[in-house]
């Protein structure tokens, strides 16, 4: 790696761009769904909307699995033990797989109920019932893609995974076409053949698509990838000892991180329901996919960083590893700053192409720009979290959110909410998250997490 500033930007910038493309086909498949789901009205909305976090959470707990095991591949691929990188492919493979099932027993089991729990409207349970349970039932595909995916990435491949992902995109555009719609006539003049499975049909287009790009991701780089192929020689997939212990060590406290942030997002839809309206939960719902084009850019940078320290480290260099950090949160700062700015601009604009509701759109592009003064400080969290990741510093960012989370952000809503309505719960959030930004400024600038280390 180039030891110059400019040298190691330019890393930072040719591993990120790709990353970013993948972040944007994701924020594409959220955008499109959110669309074809509103243009059924505020309350398909609203039922997704009631269950997302439920379903982020799910995420969050495969993306801990799976970087348990890939950051230990970027320490490995650093160090040149090439074959030992896939000893920890096949061992992660294993592991993570057979989570996945029991997470998807456990979704499955809590959907019936989850609605309730979350206290939304009798009129959106069922909905939001189905969509939960087809979700979980698909959370296998999305472990393989995501450890598949991110195994690819730390090895330092990130165009593979960034053109599956876009691919993934369209998979979901043809799904959810042929499953939310019944069969209908096109202003070109020809018939659309459609299941008419409304909400429900949403879920299975995403978990079809996700199937497919877990099939893809898989064989890239369990047959192709140069370093990982595991054609090239016969090995074990009983995990050891030591594997699953530095498994642990990363993925543990990320599980618990993302538990902190999606536990309390639960909390905040269910402040949200409290609200007693449906087209608050579907406002809520729409802005928080909408806030997502604005840190696109953010996690690229961040998948970018976690693969440049961990090799860094793997490679005995902690200045290189830190100017890498470093770099990718001041140009992650500058690119959340920009999407910030254009975000407080269009949105009226963006709302308008996700409902036709106008009470939904007022009020959802209020609420965002709220969001938007957040947006500088929350760069600084997202690409200082990869940065620590590829470190192995998964602990201290763990008890950082949970401060942030659950000390700021959960109280303020439930108070502000009395009496902004959901403005109160953006102005809490938007809060909390230059809170959470100093927080992981001041640890990453310390230095402290380069010498965490793991063993491989």
């Known amino acids: 790696m180039p030891e110059s500033f400019s040298g190691r930007l330019r890393s930072v910038v040719t591993l990120s761009v790709p990353a970013i493309l993948a972040q944007m086909s994701s924020i594409a498949m959220q955008y499109i769904d959110a669309a074809m789901v509103g243009s059924l009205g505020a309350d398909a909305s609203a039922a997704i909307g009631l269950v997302s976090s439920s379903a982020w ?3 969050g707990l495969c993306t801990a699995a799976a970087t348990g095991f890939s950051v230990q591949v970027a320490h490995l691929i650093g160090a040149g033990r090439e074959a030992d990188a896939r000893g920890v492919v096949r061992q992660g493979l294993v592991s993570v797989m057979l989570f996945a099932l029991l997470l998807a027993a456990a979704g499955a089991l809590a959907s019936r109920r989850l609605p309730f729990w979350l206290g939304g409207d009798a009129a959106i349970r069922p909905g939001a019932g189905s969509y939960f349970l087809i979700y979980a039932l698909a959370v296998p595909a999305v472990e393989l893609r995501l450890i598949s995916g991110s195994m690819l990435q730390c090895s330092g491949s990130m165009k593979i995974p960034s053109l599956f992902n876009a691919l993934m995109c369209l998979f979901d555009v043809v799904f959810n076409s042929l ?4 069969t209908r006539m096109t202003a070109l003049g020809f018939t659309m053949p459609g299941a008419g499975m409304g909400v429900a049909g949403a879920a299975l287009g995403t978990a079809l698509a996700e199937l497919c790009t877990a099939a893809l991701m898989f064989r890239a780089m369990a047959f192709k990838s140069p370093a990982l192929r595991l054609t090239l020689e016969r090995g074990s997939w009983r995990p050891t000892r030591r594997c699953l ?5 990363i993925a543990l406290p990320m599980a618990l991180e993302n538990t ?5 997002q639960i909390v905040s839809t269910r402040i949200v329901s409290s609200l007693h309206s449906n087209a608050a939960i579907a406002a809520h719902s729409l802005a928080v996919t909408s806030e997502s084009l604005c840190y696109m850019p953010g996690f690229g940078i961040s998948t970018a960083a976690t693969t440049l320290v961990g090799q860094s480290l793997g490679a005995g260099r902690p200045d290189q590893a830190a100017g890498c950090a470093r770099i990718s949160v001041g140009l992650a700062v500058a690119l959340m700053s920009a999407m910030g700015l254009a975000m407080y601009l269009f949105a009226p604009a963006l709302f308008s192409m996700l409902t036709p509701d106008p009470a939904v759109r007022e009020l959802g592009a209020r609420v965002l720009r709220i969001e938007c003064f957040a947006e500088p400080l929350y760069a600084v969290s997202i690409a200082a979290t990869g940065a620590l990741r590829g470190a192995g510093d998964t602990l201290w960012p763990s008890v950082m959110n949970l401060v942030s989370m659950w000390g700021v952000r959960i109280p ?5 909410s009395r009496s902004l309505g ?3 719960v953006w102005l809490a959030m938007a809060c909390e998250l230059g809170l959470r930004g100093l927080l992981f ?9 380069l010498k965490t280390g793991i063993r491989v």
């Open 57 to 59: 959470l799910m995420s």
């Open 179 to 182: 499953l939310i719609f019944p």
């Open 245 to 249: 212990a530095n498994a642990a060590r």
């Open 260 to 264: 902190v942030l999606n536990s309390a």
């Open 412 to 416: 303020a809503a439930a108070i502000l």
């Open 422 to 424: 959901l403005a109160g």
């Open 441 to 449: 400024l001041i640890r990453l600038l310390r230095g402290r997490w």
